[in-house]
C-alpha cells in the first residue's frame, strides 16, 4: 500500500505565492521520479514539473516561477510556486513512479508502480 497525501494549496491573490507538499508513504523499496501535475476545469491533466535523480523538468509556462525540490529522507517532493497567475489555477496532483517491497514467499516482491495523490485546489484570484 502506497499513499501520497497532498498539502498546501488554497485562495491566493495575483503575484502571491503557494508552497505545495507531498509525503508519500507505506511499502516504498525505492522512488524513481516525483512530480506535480495539474488539470483545470474542462481540461487535460498536464504536468507541471518533475524531479528525478536530482534533475527538475518544468512545463514552459512555469519556468522562473516554480521550484520544484525533494526531501529523499521524507520522500517527499515540493513545489514552490511564486509569482502565480489566475491562469495557475486547477487542482494539482501529486504523482510518483516508485517501486513497492512486499513479502513474498521467503522473500519479497518489488513491484515498480505510478501512483497519485488525491489533489490539492490551488486558486488564483483577486
Known amino acids: 500500500q502506497v499513499q501520497l497525501v497532498e498539502s498546501g494549496g488554497g485562495l491566493v491573490q495575483p503575484g502571491g505565492s503557494l508552497r505545495l507538499s507531498c509525503a508519500a508513504s507505506?511499502?516504498?523499496?525505492?522512488?524513481?521520479?516525483m512530480g506535480w501535475y495539474r488539470q483545470a476545469p474542462g481540461k487535460q491533466r498536464d504536468l507541471v514539473a518533475s524531479i528525478a535523480s536530482g534533475s527538475t523538468n518544468y512545463a514552459d509556462s512555469v519556468k522562473g516561477r516554480f521550484t520544484i525540490s525533494r526531501d529523499n529522507d521524507k520522500n517527499t517532493v515540493y513545489l514552490q510556486m511564486n509569482s502565480l497567475k489566475p491562469e495557475d489555477t486547477a487542482d494539482y496532483y501529486c504523482?510518483?513512479?516508485?517501486?513497492?517491497?512486499?513479502?513474498?514467499?521467503?522473500?519479497?516482491?518489488?513491484?515498480?508502480?505510478?501512483?497519485w495523490g488525491q489533489g490539492t485546489q490551488v486558486t488564483v484570484s483577486s
Open positions: 507505506g511499502t516504498i523499496f525505492s522512488i524513481n521520479a
Open positions: 504523482n510518483a513512479v516508485l517501486t513497492t517491497k512486499l513479502p513474498y514467499g521467503r522473500g519479497y516482491r518489488y513491484e515498480r508502480g505510478n501512483y
